[in-house]
Nanobody, 121 residues
Framework: QVQLVESWGGLVQAGGSLTLSCAASGTILRINVMGWFRQAPGKQRELVATITTGGSPNYADSVKGRFTISRDNAKNTVYLQMNSLKPEDTAVYYC???????????????WGKGTLVTVSS
């Protein structure tokens, strides 16, 4: 069984910074792309950033220049450093990963349970 566990989000003032982490655990053979999505109240879930095994990042236009995604392959962990936060960044942030497990021997998509980030104005 594979699971993704995010760190706690929290409340931060506009202009502030916050770093999220997400650790994958279980019967993991290999982790391919990892990423972060978010869902604001009343809106659809949207891509924030992804990162390949080799470390190539991809960002949504709304967070470019403010957010940085990184990963530690030895720890099966992905991070999202968020700077210059805005009230519109308020959302539940979800970790996502494509993982090959010892059970399935095929890539499957996994989600964390989500962590709330609130940015006050």
């Amino acid at each position: 069984q594979v699971q993704l566990v995010e760190s706690w989000g929290g409340l931060v003032q506009a202009g502030g910074s916050l770093t999220l982490s997400c650790a994958a655990s279980g019967t993991i053979l290999r982790i391919n792309v990892m990423g972060w999505f978010r869902q604001a109240p009343g809106k659809q879930r949207e891509l924030v950033a992804t990162i390949t095994t080799g470390g190539s990042p991809n960002y949504a236009d709304s967070v470019k220049g403010r957010f940085t995604i990184s990963r530690d392959n030895a720890k099966n962990t992905v991070y999202l450093q968020m700077n210059s936060l805005k009230p519109e960044d308020t959302a539940v942030y979800y970790c996502n990963a494509d993982i090959v497990s010892f059970v399935a021997y095929a890539g499957m998509n996994y989600w964390g349970k989500g962590t709330l980030v609130t940015v006050s104005s």
